[in-house]
Structure formats: structure tokens, C-alpha cells
């Protein structure tokens, strides 16, 4: 299996296509960009690209769930969390007080700008289009810097001296990848899946949310995400970007979807797939299997 | 045919069943109330039975839906509005300033006292168990008055003189009656239908009725009448006696309805029937058949 | 104090007069009708009148909302729950099986059936205007049957020696009894009160009881009482009877109110006033006093 | 009035600042990141900061909402709208043909890619950590490349020969820059306002959404923006980053918010301002003003 990624290598993209169903033993492609390695999926040079979906450093991300619904096609299959940590990593053994020249991605200079100023505040900062460029860009002849701000993969990759890690100011953030693959059989539940949505909305009036979410509510399905967007085809007109928690294969995710499709036809489905949390959906005994189906036997049964 | 309605002779009610599909070929079986009418049908001594819905003249309507469904676990297969009008009615002609006594209903006496102030303020009121009794009761020795107030039907039926017409305080008034019957086969969809349901909460929460309406709501389900009824077994515990415009037969009500279930498995179907006034319900395209079926055949798309 | 009832003496009507504020030391005004007694306030022969709201065993209660709020723009000030049990009343002492006829309203009959049925069996039944008006009869010459079927208040008020007690068919039966007065001061605030309004909607479209209903929902305001009722003034035009569990000085009701005058400005107001069964009202902190102050200290703050 | 914004100068952040209230009469002080901009604010180093809020093309903006709201506790006093569009620039005159080499920031060069592919295919891609610090590079000695890909401004600032204009592959695309300070007074109202907020949620239920979108409902405000956060503070807890169309003077703005405030009162106000485009907001006459008004004074005259 190919799989196309955001890259250079040694990115936190290919730290998430690592932990991605068949990550391990894929060929890994890498792409210059989130639209080019989803325009790899739809062109059949790879079966599935991972793209961040959420707060990346090396960012193009807000856009991604458009690139993947509007520009592609495309169905989400798996998810994967990466804890964002950065090390500073040099080509041969350093000193902190040696380091001279920083080199990364802007993002990600800014994400540790507070441990820079304290711990390295002579060094020069020269931008890199990644943190993985800037950390490959130390093998140059002459490098591009003293030393990078990168993810460990790519310092691991390279055999690079880690000088400092965990240097990124605020600690604990992750960022969220998806994989992305031409719309196929969709995932098993799991019992602990998400499903994601984009809902258009012909105009901005006061209750098109509402009835939405009214179809969500009657059917007990949470959303974990919601995001209004434009379509980019006209003032005014946007779109939904929701995830919820539970699968297609529920009866409550699928009538509230059918509801939905009744208000806004064009409603597109990008997928159900695993949650990579785990944690399982909570559902009252009113949403369960069972009484959708014995709402639909008495249904039936008034019918004759 | 044989139906039972309330009775005696040349009721409103009687008026009702002449209008009621096979009324005016079937047997008329009167009966003491509604109770006694109700418990005629479900003992097999008739075939259906016709019983005031809302306000009447003799009364005993409130609890009629509570009867029905309820203690009888009867279904309705149709409707009829019979105007409210009296007549003062007497056996042998007389002109007004004769008459010194009138009997009727004390409902009925309630409705047309201001025409009783004005017309026959020297005339002593004696009450009758309903406007029909008080008709015949002119045909007794000695007669129980000289006059009586009475529907039209019972006035014709009896060949009484009619003294005086349309004498009713409020004109316009009109009550609903309905036929019920064992459960059997649903009436057939005319486009202007309507579905009687009882549906019981289990306790008294502020967000339990919104609830019901957003399965109303989000299916765009009108209801033409709401109203809250204590069960009466046991404090704070209701249900709700409600139509809707529609037939069973329709996806959106279907889907109302089994959403409903779904939060009040003891919901109660009371019937689809078609409209007295024969008023089409008005659907948008997101609630039309067409919409539900492309919706199901989505999600059938989806799930592969 | 004169307070004006649903007569004559002897009814339950006025056993409920006995119950409210007041009503031990009123003088009591029988009338023959709810409507004489509620005009009877109107025209200042009477402060107040106590009227059925509820299903009663002399009827025309469905129709009393109406009569109070669009007939006269009175107020209730007061609720009473009375329970509905029989007697079987005789002159003079008399064994069961020496009764052959017996009186009382037609409502009352319908609910003693199936106790007259096993054990008055050849009693023929004489209709009365009301129970207290059967019991009467007894006294009159010639009596107007052997026996009556009454309220336990009248029988005491006439002396008749009670021959069975407890016939109704199905005990447990309360009826609701209000008292109603010119519009002035609202009683105060006791923290299980009860708030009575009229909200009539423009016309008969899906969403208009929603639209409503979100006003209770958002502050929390319970409703223990809803009925649609038709205005009377036109096809399709209709109006929600509604009780609340609040009191108009609390900010919740107020809000909600405020906020339906907002969408239907013919709302009207029929009185806050304690509930009978002295059941407090529960609230959330989200709907308590302090929340509300909070919040509009919080708007104050930013309006600046 | 000194203005911080996203630098370095001639990026479209600077444009943006020239659109704002006093923008143009402003010291311009460069930032080389939206937290620092921010921070300048808050230091009293600027008296406001212009930055971007949403997709732009130097990237940084999904988080700024947060950062405005949560890290700096500032307000938003203005918006401004730039038209993202790209000019190929050169120091001295030259012609496609000759370009070996491009710099610009990386996102901006996945927005010109398919330009590039077909107008500059043989031209080397060399990153810069903005697209103005690319064109400044072209006056380095040596220059870091043949021609930048960068706003208009900045190319008219430096002097620059415009080789080619227009170059993005999807013309038309805007993006949305705030004017942020410190909290004061609230900007007057214009008829063409909006009001921006933050409601954290205590836990991601089904419901939560829905309640506070009800207080829009009923108050009649529209969104013309939402997204779900993650607070930052642990698993399942996040927030709605919120545009409402209108203005804190609004009642209905104040009640929907106040409402709010109850369920939800760590609810944060980030500003009331004119709205870019200048549409003026709709309201039905059920929330305007005089409803507001009338039904405050409704209530007024039930408490007496």
C-alpha cells in the first residue's frame, strides 16, 4: 500500500501515518502539500493520504476538510492523535551557548518562542517550509544553521544530536490526522467510532442550525466538533463541518442523517471510522438498536 | 351496521352518526352515555359508535378520548362537525307569549339564556336529561312542559310545531364527533387526514413535551389539537391527547411517530381518519414522500 | 365578603367555596350557570366567584378558561381541589331495597352505573339540573323520586339520612375549583405557586407551539397544564390554555412571559396564585433569582 | 496611536491595519507573531494589534480567537476584509522566461501552485517565513531569489517590478483581520454590527449546543459564525468561539446573552463592532426594540 502524507519527511504527519491502520508497512509518499497529496489519492498514485485536520504546526489545516470534501471526494477511514513536542537538534554534538542560528518552520518558532528567548536569545532564526526541511537542511553544505527546531522523528531519522526536547512553550497539545482514501466499504463500528459530516446551507437564517441540530437531538447523537464555513461560492452561503460520535451503521446516526438530507440534500458523507481516543459513545436505552427496532415493528404493525 | 351513539333519539349525536360513513344506512343503537356506548362496541352489540369529541351540548365530552382510549382501546375511523343549533319546539302549535314552561338539557338551558331572558322571561325552566328527552317528554300525559328546547333532528323526528329557530346566545358553535371502532384496518389516505394519538410521560419535567414536538418538528408534523390529561394513576404523572394532521400512512408521520416511541414506548395510535372539513394538509418538499424516500435510499448508498 | 358559585346550595361548587381564602366567612351566592356567576363579579353584585375548571360532575367546565379570560378579563386569585364522592340520600331512613327511583344529575347517573347497575337495579332514574337540585326534590310534595345521589355536603345541609356512601364507580376523583375576581393586586409569592395565561397564535403552523414552549425552556419554567383551544373568532385561529408552575414575581416566569408577548402580544395574564396541593416549585440554579441578577449585573457591566 | 500587527511590514496584515479605524494615521509597529502582537497590547506597548482571524495566507489564525480570549483577555473593536491576491515580483524588470528562482511562504506558495506549474515551471522554490520577508530578501546581496510571490502592498512599498499579477489559483478569496485592544468602551452601535463571544461548556452532551442556540431563537439572533474549541484544560472540556450579527445595545442581543450567562457563566464578551461589509442586520418587528420595550412594560404593569 502507497500512502501520501504531508511532508518532508520526518514531519508530524508521518509520525501520524506511522500509527494509521497499515501506517507501519506502507510505502510512504511524501507531498508538498495537503492538496497534493489528496490530488495523489484521487489519481491513483497513492491509496490514502493522511493530512492534519486540526492546529498543526506546519498548518494548511483549516482548509483541509474543504480539500477533502469539496476538492476530492475523499472518505475519512482511520484518525490518529500526535502529541506536538519539539526537539532542538543539531548535526554534531553542541552546547546550548555554542548555538548561533536556529532554523523552522514559522509555526513552530513561534510555539517555542518563550523557551528561545530565555534559553537562546542571541541565536538568529532562519525559516524553514518545515520543521523536517529545516532539520535536513543541517546536512547542507554549508548548513543552513547551527541547529533545528524539529519533531523527533525526523532528528531520529537523520541521527541527529538532540540538544534540548520538549522545548515547545505550552506542553501537552496534540494535533489530530486523518487518513484519507477514495470512498469505499466504510469501517467497522468499533463502538467507539466518530462520523463525519459537511452540511450546506442554502441561507444564513436564524433556525438553519437549529434544524440541524433538532435532528441530532431527537436521535441522541453528540457532536464532538463544529465548525461553520464558507463555501466560497457566493456571500452567504456556508457549510457545516461536524464530527459525531457514532457510526453510519447506528440507526440513530443514520436517521438523523436521513433527516438532515431531507433539509439539505447536498449533505456529504466523509466517513465513519474509529475513534483514536477509544472511548466508547454513551447512548441512552431511547437510541439503543433495540428500540429503534421496536418503534419500527409497532410502526409496522399500525400500518397492517 | 349496527351504531351506537349517545342517546336517546334526536340528539346532536344522532345528527352526527347520519353523517358518519354507513350512518345513514346502518342501525341506530342509543345509548345512556358515552361509556355505555363505548362498552356496546367492544362487547360486539355494535359495530362502532358515535361519541361528542370536544364540547357538546349534553356534555360528558371532556372524557371521551379518555374513554376511548383508555378504558376501551377503541380506534377512530372518522369525524363529523354537526352545527349547534336549537329549536323551541312544542307539540301542538302555539305562539310564544304562551308559553309558560320549557324543558331541555341544563347545558343546552346555559346556551340560550339570554334569548330565554328576552323571549320567555315569565317561563319556568324544567331540566331534562337531555335536549331529546325533554322533546319527547311533550308527547306524555300530562306533558313534562309546554315547550322544548331541542336539536332540529329530534323536532322533525317527533313532528313537533317549531315555535322558534336558531335561538342558540352564540351562533356558529359546532361540535366534533367521532366514530369508534374495534382496531381493524386503517381508513384509507385522502390527503386530508388526521392521526388521534395518547402519549404518556412519566413525569412532569419542563423538557417533556418540547421533546414530543421536536419529533413533530423536525418530520413537519402539524398538530391541530393539544391537550394535557392527568391519567389518573397517581399524582404528577399526564399524558398528552393530541392530533395531527396526517395519515399513518405518511412518512412523516411515521417517523414522528417512531422517534415518540422510541421516549414513550406506551405511546397509544387512536386512529387515522379522514378530515371533516375536508382541508388538504399542506406539506413542504422536505417532508414529502419523495424526500423521505431519497433520504432512505442514501443511507442505503452509504452503508454499502 | 360576597362570593358567587355554580349553584344551587349543596353542589360541590360550593363545597369548594368552603375551601378557599376566605370562603368559611363569605356570604355564598348561588348562580345558576358558571357564566351568571362569573358576570355576577363583573357587575359588582359579587368580589368573587368560584367556578369549575376542570372536569366536574355538573359539567360546562371546558368552556369556564374561555369564559374567564375572554368573556369577562377576570383574574383567579385561588385553586381548591374538591373530591368527587356520592351519596345516596334519603328523607327519611330507608333500606336499599326499598328504592325505586332516583334522582340526580345526568353527569353524576353516568358516573354511579355500575354501582346502580348490582345494587339499585329497578331503580328508575329521574334527571335533575344538578345534584344539590335532586336532593331538594326529596323534599318536595310528592317528592321527585325515593332517593338522590348527591354531594356528602348537601345531604348534611338538608338532613337527610345518607343510605350508602361511596358509589362512584371510580373513586379517587378531584375536580379543580377556581375563584375568580376583577383584575387587582396579585397575591404574594408563597414558593409553590401556579400561573394561569391565554396565549392566542395568529394561525396554525408547526412551529407556532414551539416558538413558545423554547420561552418555558430557556427559563426553566414547567408548564402543569396545556390545552388548545379554538377562539371562536374564525377558522383556524386557536389558543393555548396554560398553566405554569412560578409566580409572575419570579424573573423566570417574567422573562418567559415577556418574551411570548414579544411573538404574540395579545398574551394574556389570568393570575398568579398558590397551588392547592402546596407542592413547591423546583428550579435549577440556572433559573434561581441570584442567577437572573447575575446575569443582567454581567450585561450592565458591559454595556458600560 | 500606535497599532502592533503581524508583520513584517507589506504583508496583508499590514494592509489590513490600514483599513481600520485610525489605521491610517497610526504607527505601525510590526510583530513577528500573533501571540506577540497581542502581547504588545497588553504590555501597553500598542494600543491595539491587527490580526488575522481567519484562513490567511501567513497562516497563525485558527488559534487567534483564542488568544485574544483566553491568553490576553482583549477585545475586538473592529474587523476589516483584505482580498487575497498574489503579485510575482522582481528587483529589477525582468520577464518570465527569466526566472530561475521564487520565494515566498509556504502557504502562499500552495496557493499559486498550479500558476507555477504552467507560468514559472523550471523555477526553484526557496521558503521564506512570510511573504513580504521573501520580497524584502530581494534586495539582499546576494537576493534570495530571482522574484517573490507577495501581496501588492509590499511590492509597491519596496519599489518592486510587478512581473505578473493575480496569480492565485482560486481568485476572490478574502480574509478577516480584527482590530484587538484592551477593554473599553464598546464601539456605538451602526445598524451593522457584530458581536463576538466565547461560552465555555462544562461537558460535550448532546444537548449543551442546543440550549444555548435556544437562547438565540427566542431572542431572534443570528450566527454568522461558529466553532467548537478545546479549552486546553483537559479531555472533553472545549468552548463555542461565537459571531452573532449585532450589537450589545441590542435588547436582543443583551437578553440572548443574558440568558447565557445563566446556563453558562464563565461566558466571555469579546466585543460589539461594525461589521466589514456593512449589511445591515434584519430583525422581525417581534425583536425590535419597541417589542422589547412593550413587553418589559407588560410585565411591569402585572407585578403593579
Not at 464532538?224 to 456571500?235: C, V
Not at 463541518?241 to 440534500?265: F, K, M, T, V, W
Request: aromatic share 6%.
Amino acid at each position: 500500500m502507497k500512502y501520501a502524507y504531508l511532508g518532508p519527511a520526518g514531519t508530524f504527519t508521518e509520525a501520524a501515518l506511522l500509527k494509521m491502520p497499515g501506517g507501519a508497512s506502507a510505502e510512504r509518499l511524501p507531498a508538498a502539500s495537503v492538496l497534493s497529496a489528496l490530488a495523489m489519492v484521487e489519481n491513483d498514485d497513492a491509496h490514502a493520504a493522511v493530512v492534519p485536520i486540526e492546529n498543526s504546526v506546519e498548518g494548511g489545516v483549516t482548509a483541509t476538510l474543504d480539500a477533502v470534501s469539496v476538492a476530492h471526494h475523499l472518505h475519512i477511514t482511520a484518525e490518529a492523535l500526535v502529541p506536538i513536542t519539539f526537539v532542538l537538534a543539531s548535526a554534531e554534538p553542541m552546547e546550548l551557548a555554542e548555538i548561533r542560528s536556529v532554523t523552522t518552520h514559522s509555526h513552530a518558532w513561534a510555539q517555542v518562542r518563550k523557551w528561545a528567548q530565555t534559553t537562546v536569545p542571541y541565536a538568529e532564526y532562519r525559516p524553514a517550509s518545515s520543521t523536517a526541511a529545516g532539520a535536513h537542511g543541517l546536512r547542507n553544505d554549508p548548513p543552513v544553521a547551527d541547529a533545528a527546531i524539529c519533531a523527533p522523528l525526523v532528528a531520529e531519522q537523520l541521527g541527529l544530536h538532540v540538544v534540548d526536547r520538549q522545548i515547545e512553550d505550552v506542553p501537552g497539545a496534540v494535533t489530530r490526522f486523518v487518513l484519507a482514501a477514495k470512498p469505499g466499504p466504510v469501517p467497522e463500528p468499533t463502538g467507539a467510532d466518530k462520523t463525519t459530516v459537511m452540511i450546506p446551507l442554502p441561507e444564513d437564517h436564524p433556525g438553519g442550525l437549529m434544524e440541524i441540530l433538532e435532528h441530532f437531538a431527537t436521535n441522541g447523537v453528540n457532536m464532538s466538533r463544529i465548525e461553520s464555513r464558507p463555501t466560497g461560492f457566493g456571500m452567504g452561503d456556508y457549510y457545516f463541518s461536524i464530527d459525531l460520535e457514532g457510526h453510519i451503521a447506528e440507526a440513530r446516526i443514520a436517521d438523523a442523517l436521513a433527516g438532515i438530507h431531507r433539509i439539505s440534500p447536498k449533505v456529504r458523507f466523509l466517513g465513519s471510522y474509529p475513534r483514536a481516543d477509544g472511548k466508547p459513545q454513551q447512548k441512552g436505552p431511547e437510541v439503543s438498536e433495540e428500540a429503534f427496532a421496536a418503534a419500527a415493528a409497532w410502526i409496522e404493525s399500525l400500518r397492517g
